[in-house]
């Protein structure tokens, strides 16, 4: 099923619009394009979003992205930090 892209889409993390054109920073994720802003905030969604954040709608939504990733990844993560 195709996504609707528009030509600019908000980054996941900061909500900063994105140009999707020629867009480098992209990720597939649940047969969705997610569009980055930065390195940083595509490295943040790609490590489940595990800074400190408020609960609340944001954290539902990366216990969300926590469970989206353990099924596609594994429950074990990363291992770089053990
Ligand atoms: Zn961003």
Redesign the pocket.
Known sequence: MAQMIRRTEP?P??Q?PVKTDGAKLVTKRDGKLYF???PG?RDKFLAGGRAAKPKGRWGRFLDRLARANAKEFGSSGPTCCG
Do not use: E, L, T
């Open positions: 980054c993390i900061c900063m980055f802003c930065a905030c």
